[in-house]
């Protein structure tokens, strides 16, 4: 059983910085998809980065170029570099894993698509809040 952890989310204005972190248990990062996705109230859950086993990351056009994911060895975590933030980007972010539909799923996130479902772990979330 894999569990996820997310931490660094907070609340900041419009053009801020925030890194986000996820923790799984276990070195998990090169075996498993991983991605963040998040939700805001009142909307559907969103693909934001998603990264595969040979490290591919895909970005949501939302995000590029002020979002960027990578594993940190360092720490073991999964990190969410979030800059230029803007209130738009408000929402709980979730980091979510996969294994076993791992290929299925790295096919799709390579034609741009965030099958969310598809993932089978998940964090409980972390807030991010910008303000104008």
């Known amino acids: 059983q894999v569990q996820l952890v997310e931490s660094g989310g907070g609340s900041v204005q419009t053009g801020g910085s925030l890194r986000l972190s996820c923790e799984a248990s276990?070195?998990?990062?090169?075996?498993?998809?991983m991605g963040w996705f998040r939700q805001a109230p009142g909307k559907k859950r969103e693909g934001v980065a998603v990264i595969d086993i040979d490290g591919r990351a895909t970005y949501a056009d939302s995000v590029k170029g002020r979002f960027t994911i990578y594993p940190d060895n360092a720490k073991n975590t999964l990190d969410l570099q979030m800059t230029s933030l803007k209130p738009e980007d408000t929402a709980t972010y979730y980091c979510a894993a996969e294994h076993f539909g791992c290929s299925a799923i790295s096919e799709m996130q390579a034609r741009g698509h965030f099958p969310w479902g598809d993932y089978g772990y998940w964090g409980r979330g972390t807030q991010v809040t910008v303000s104008s």
């Open positions: 276990g070195h998990i990062y090169s075996s498993y998809c």
